[in-house]
């Protein structure tokens, strides 16, 4: 059987999404490594570090590339994700009953990003920003920084982590498990979704996009 397919994400944005995510784990468990105490050992002979550092320097310079690459398509990424209307409003009044009991009526019809998906992008860019300034400060100016700042630095990287080290387990919940978000999977690996899942989940972006120029695939 034939499904009509409309692509979610482009290629470049996938690597990169793929490339950064391979970052972030491998910061999230070194930097583990030295946020709990008993686990303090593995960080000894400061392999850990090492580690941590060389998924910072792929934490910043990837982006970098695909802002260099496609300064158009970041700068409507970003435009998208903080702009907020009377829509993403009638979203967050939804969304409990829509993702705990499946009931679809009173959710607004949504853009390219949902208003979950604007969250996520505000603490991407936002933490990301925070992780890079206060990391930067601990790597490069350690001896030279006051030691009050340096404990600052510390402590607000800290915070980031444990905000999106748990935020980061209900983004791969609703990527990867949630019943609902069944094409999600497929949007972030082959690009593709069908237009019903595209429809029933970013109406406006559908509508304004793909309604009379529908992409046919097997
Ligand atoms: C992206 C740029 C980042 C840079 C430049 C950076 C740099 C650093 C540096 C220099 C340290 C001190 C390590 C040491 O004592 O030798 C550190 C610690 C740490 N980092 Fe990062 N990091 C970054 C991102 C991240 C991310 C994304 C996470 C977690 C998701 C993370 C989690 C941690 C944790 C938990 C610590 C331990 C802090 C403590 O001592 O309590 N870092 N980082
Ligand atoms: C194993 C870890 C991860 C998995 C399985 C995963 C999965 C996904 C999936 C399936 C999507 C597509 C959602 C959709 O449009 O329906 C997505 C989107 C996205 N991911 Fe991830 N992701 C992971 C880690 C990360 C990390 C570490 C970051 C940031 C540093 C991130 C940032 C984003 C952003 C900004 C989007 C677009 C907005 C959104 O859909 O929420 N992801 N991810």
């Known amino acids: ?34 946020f709990i105490p008993a686990l303090g050992f593995l960080a000894e002979d400061s392999w850990t570090r090492v580690i941590h550092r060389i998924g910072a320097a792929v934490f910043i310079i990837a982006p ?17 994700a903080f702009t907020w209307g009377a829509d993403d409003l009638g979203w967050l009044k939804a969304a409990p009953v829509y993702y705990f009991q499946g009931k679809e009526e009173g959710m607004p019809p949504q853009g390219a990003m949902n208003t979950g ?13 925070l992780f890079v300034v206060t990391g930067a400060i601990m790597w490069f100016a350690k001896e030279a920084a006051p030691a009050g700042l340096l404990q600052w630095m510390v402590f607000v ?7 999106t080290g748990s935020m980061l387990f209900l983004h791969i919940y609703l990527g990867v498990f949630h019943p609902l ?4 999977w497929s949007a972030m690996t082959s690009g593709k979704i069908s237009t019903e899942y595209a429809r029933a989940h970013h109406e406006k972006w559908y509508v304004e996009n793909f309604s009379d120029k529908e992409e046919k695939t097997s």
């Open 117 to 129: 998906q604007k969250m996520w992008w505000f603490m991407v860019v936002v933490f990301g920003a």
């Open 64 to 80: 970098i590339i695909y802002i260099i690459l496609d300064p158009g398509s970041v700068g409507k990424g970003l435009k998208q």
């Open 181 to 184: 978000m069944k094409e999600s």
């Open 157 to 163: 990287h800290d915070i980031a982590f444990i905000v």
């Open 1 to 34: 059987m034939t499904r009509q397919e409309v692509e979610k994400y482009r290629k470049p944005v996938r690597i990169l999404h793929w490339i950064h995510t391979g970052a972030f784990i491998v910061l999230f468990l070194t930097g583990l490594v030295l």
